[in-house]
């Protein structure tokens, strides 16, 4: 992954016009700031093999999201059947490492990470994206769709992360207005020091017309651990070209499920920054609990 700019990214434009290479589109306290570690990495892919959901594991032990991808909307019968039919197999896990922390930290976030996994042996498990494991018993186009979503596993990027929390950005395709958008989908994750569970809140940078970036009019979502996502996609056939759709031509129809939570001018500002330093992580995060309030949900700082 790269390494984090000054401003976010542009999403990178794939010109590859290979019908699998896009499919990824179908995929998107205190807080311990002075433990602050490097940002601008990628996630970590999480290990074939590890069984999702396994709370006692020492690795990858909570769930943040889970993301099954459909292609649902737009000019669905412009997509082969073997493609509809296989996208929804796999499911996108985003997993944290959760391990026990200090006196005032009782839970530490070591790590989240990305990966894909499909039930094998009737627990939902990760498997390799270059070589997954035979009773998964893919065809050679399950096969195709789950290499080059691994491929795309590239598009999350930490943007800092302390004992307490990370703030990832994903890459992605939303479909607003009538119109595939390129934005960023920003994620707040931290651990609850009480339970140990993780928790998010998620929402949209794009690019404004000075070349910098701003919050959508899209509200953010808190969404609860361990969320299940029915991942819609739209597809536009006027993004494909000589047949074959572009990375352009799918789009995620809407954020992870959650609670909406009202945008104030200090959260929306702080929202965009490029960047965080310790003192930008406490204003974020004392932002952010201020909006959950509005929900009578427990606030991120106890």
């Not at 894909?116 to 018993?137: F, K, M, R």
């Not at 958008?181 to 690019?207: N, Q």
């Not at 104030?264 to 406490?282: E, N």
Request: proline content about 9%; aromatic content about 6%.
């Amino acid at each position: 992954m790269h390494l984090r700019p000054e401003r976010p990214a542009t999403p990178r434009r794939r010109d590859r016009m290979s019908l699998v290479a896009v499919l990824i589109a179908l995929a998107w306290p205190a807080l311990g700031v002075a433990a602050e570690r490097p940002a601008g990495e990628p996630l970590p892919v999480i290990p074939p093999g590890t069984i999702v959901d396994e709370p006692t594991a020492a690795r990858f032990n909570r769930v943040i999201l889970l993301a099954v991808s459909r292609i649902a909307r737009g000019d669905t019968e412009s997509v082969p059947l073997t493609i509809r039919e296989r996208v929804p197999l796999f499911t996108l896990a985003l997993l944290a490492t959760v391990v026990p922390g200090r006196e005032h930290h009782p839970h530490r976030l070591v790590e989240i990470g990305a990966g894909y996994a499909l039930p094998i042996d009737g627990q939902l498990t990760v498997v390799s994206a270059n070589s997954p494991p035979a009773q998964a018993n893919l065809d050679f186009m399950g096969r195709q769709v789950l290499f080059e979503n691994g491929r795309n596993l590239s598009a999350l990027t930490c943007v800092v992360a302390t004992d307490t929390l990370q703030v990832v950005d994903v890459e992605a395709i939303v479909w607003r207005d009538g119109r595939h958008a390129d934005v960023v989908m920003r994620h707040f994750i931290w651990v609850d020091p009480t339970t140990g569970e993780c928790s998010a809140c998620v929402w949209l940078l794009e690019e404004d017309a000075a070349g910098g970036w701003r919050a959508t009019a899209d509200r953010p979502r808190w969404v609860r651990p361990g969320t299940r996502e029915d991942r819609a996609i739209h597809v536009d056939a006027g993004k494909f070209f000589l047949g074959i759709p572009t990375r352009e031509a799918f789009a995620l129809v809407d954020l992870p499920p959650g609670e909406p939570i009202e945008w104030s001018d200090s959260l929306r500002a702080i929202a965009a920054a490029p960047a965080y330093a310790p003192a930008d992580v406490t204003r974020l995060a004392a932002e952010i609990n201020a909006s959950l309030e509005t929900l009578r949900r427990r606030p991120l700082v106890p």
